[in-house]
């Protein structure tokens, strides 16, 4: 018995040895940061290499063309900023017109420059006097020509497209795609109240309606659709709408009681 103990305790100092060497086999390696940094730089490198590369051809062409946007937006700005005062249309929130036409006042009233030089110089709410019968008697009143729009003189540039769309309650400038659309010398002389040296001819009706304006069609086989105004024919009391009609535009001409302001 005295013999075989030894031989058990040898045993198993044995086994224990063999299993922190199997320990300390499995326990990762402890790495220093050079080594760690160059796996990291071996890997970055890998994942250029597998990136395709535009050949100098290609290059010179693709900047040809930044080059070629780059002069032609130059060309438009300065274009945009040698343009003079005109009258453009303004869409704001239902109500809010008078507001408006205050905050752009202050605008312009805050601007240093001499009047002359100034980019905004006026802004005004188109109005009309109206007889409307009250309490059985008639009663002049002042009634909005445009409700929902504001009418801004200024030269169009990026100044002054940034100070207006920045004014509280301005929805977006009236006009095709992206560009605001200056009024006809026509339709803002007629808002002025500047009228020229005519023959005395009937009274034209009074269509209150702009060309770029947004409206709705509320009449006839084109009820319910939405379209832009095109041209006002004030002589015939007609509106030429453009109106998607299956995912082509058309142009539909229209008695402006069809239509009413989107």
């Given amino acids: 018995m005295e013999e075989v103990l030894p031989a058990v305790q040898q045993a198993d100092a044995a086994q224990g040895v063999e299993v922190a060497v199997a320990t300390e086999a499995l326990a990762p390696a402890k790495r220093s940061w050079v080594a760690r940094v160059t796996d990291f730089l071996r890997d970055?490198?890998?994942?250029?290499?597998?990136?395709?590369?535009?050949?100098w051809e290609e290059?010179?062409?693709?900047?040809?063309?930044?080059?070629?946007?780059?002069?032609?937006?130059g060309f438009l700005?300065?274009?945009m900023d040698?343009?003079?005062?005109?009258?453009?249309?303004?869409?704001t929130t239902a109500g809010h017109e008078n507001k408006v036409r205050s905050l752009i006042g202050r605008r312009i009233a805050d601007d240093p420059r001499p009047d002359e030089e100034k980019p905004i110089r006026e802004a005004l709410v188109p109005t009309q006097e109206v007889v409307e019968i009250k309490n059985g008697k008639k009663v002049t009143v002042e009634r909005k020509?445009?409700?929902g729009y504001v009418l801004v003189n200024m030269v169009l540039n990026q100044e002054?497209?940034?100070v207006i769309n920045g004014i509280q309650g301005v929805i977006k400038f009236v006009g095709t795609?992206?560009?605001p659309m200056p009024l006809r010398a026509e339709e803002a002389n007629r808002l002025l109240g500047i009228e020229e040296a005519v023959k005395e001819e009937e009274p034209q009706e009074q269509i209150p309606f702009l060309v770029g304006q947004v409206v709705e069609i509320t009449e006839g086989p084109f009820s319910d659709f939405s379209g832009t105004v095109e041209e006002v024919i004030r002589d015939k009391g007609k509106v030429r709408v453009a109106v998607s009609l299956f995912g082509r535009p058309t142009s539909v001409e229209?008695?402006?009681?069809?239509?009413?302001?989107h």
């Fill in 160 to 162: 002054t497209i940034h």
């Fill in 177 to 179: 795609g992206r560009m």
């Fill in 44 to 55: 970055v490198r890998g994942e250029i290499r597998k990136v395709t590369w535009p050949t």
């Fill in 82 to 91: 040698t343009a003079e005062h005109r009258w453009y249309a303004i869409q």
């Fill in 145 to 147: 020509l445009y409700p």
């Fill in 77 to 79: 700005i300065g274009l």
């Fill in 254 to 261: 229209l008695d402006y009681l069809q239509l009413k302001a």
């Fill in 59 to 73: 290059l010179k062409k693709a900047t040809g063309v930044i080059i070629v946007f780059v002069i032609f937006l």
